[in-house]
């Protein structure tokens, strides 16, 4: 406070990185493809089948004992049929920031066009 760099001072994690990217350090990956990270199909419907029933307990301590995890992926999918499949990331946001109301909404409406349940 009197002139004097104090160097005790917290800094903040992207102040680093900043710093970083200044000195010509290139930014960590955005995408699964940048980082490296090939997952075959399995691994990935590994990954979406325990995301799903993640979704799916936490519903069920919501009251909606009868949800399955298939169901909440053909939910979060559907949006996925006029734009194609994202990226891994945003599939894991679409399922993990999923509400009940958007859910039950999704399966009224199936239920109209004719889904099978």
Not at 10 to 19: G, Q, V
């Amino acid at each position: 406070m009197n002139g004097e760099d104090n160097d005790q001072v917290p800094h903040h994690p992207e102040d680093k990185e900043n710093a970083q990217l200044e000195e010509g350090e290139s930014a960590p990956p955005d995408t699964e493809e940048e980082a490296g990270i090939d997952l075959s199909d399995f691994e990935l419907n590994e990954i979406i089948e325990s995301l799903c029933l993640s979704k799916v307990e936490e519903f069920v301590l919501l009251g909606y004992e009868h949800v399955t995890g298939k169901e909440i992926w053909d939910c979060v999918s559907d949006k996925y049929r006029k734009t194609g499949v994202p990226s891994l990331h945003q599939i894991v946001n679409d399922i993990l920031s999923l509400k009940s109301t958007q859910f039950m909404n999704w399966m009224t409406i199936s239920m109209y066009r004719g889904a099978q349940f």
